[in-house]
């Protein structure tokens, strides 16, 4: 019982570390577009540093599985946000008339549609050799197992998608 809290502890580290992530890096472009580039990378490497920490929390909690686990635990957690979180944010969105938003978590919901159906397509060829790329569109987060001519979710040029 008494890791029970230290668990917790290390979870929402992981939360805050990896939203510091996110946000640095946000910063880190903001301030490359306007030219200062020495903040630009102090907030790469501090978005980097944070992935260190939030990647080590994650680890000590105990929370990553066998691949057959983590790709069934992404399933799960990407229906979940096309099926339940974004329907009702995109939803509230359209209310308000933030279009902005709503674009943003339009897009955001059919592109996790689709890594739920690539995380369950990769579970069942989880022993298949051929090697497999993936194309990750830049603007709206969608993934495709080869170039499109236009991303199906947001219409970016495939030439613009980035391989993986």
């Known amino acids: 019982m008494g890791e029970e809290k230290t668990i917790q502890n290390l979870m929402e580290a992981f939360a805050g570390e990896s939203q510091a992530n996110r ?21 790469k490497a501090a978005s980097d540093a ?3 920490h ?12 066998s691949t057959v686990d983590n790709l069934a635990d992404a399933v799960k957690g990407e229906t979940h946000e096309y ?8 939803k509230i969105a359209e209310e308000e008339g933030n279009k902005a938003a709503l674009r943003s978590m339009t ?6 549609e689709a ?14 050799t051929e090697e497999v790329f993936y194309y990750l569109c830049p603007i709206c987060g969608n993934i495709e197992k ?3 001519d236009k991303c ?7 030439s613009k998608f980035i391989k993986y």
């Not at 939030?54 to 599985?65: D, N, Q, R, T, W």
């Not at 690539?118 to 022993?127: I, T």
């Open 23 to 43: 946000k640095y890096l946000a910063y880190s472009k903001k301030a490359e577009a306007e030219g200062k580039l020495n903040a630009a990378k102090l907030f």
């Open 50 to 52: 944070e992935t260190i």
């Open 54 to 65: 939030a990647l080590k929390h994650f680890e000590v909690a105990g929370k990553i599985s």
């Open 83 to 90: 099926q339940s979180m974004y329907p009702d944010f995109v």
């Open 107 to 112: 897009f955001a919901m059919k592109a996790e």
């Open 115 to 128: 890594h739920a159906k690539l995380y369950q397509e990769a579970l069942g060829n989880l022993d298949q």
């Open 146 to 148: 080869a170039i499109p």
């Open 152 to 158: 199906s979710i947001c219409g970016t040029l495939g």
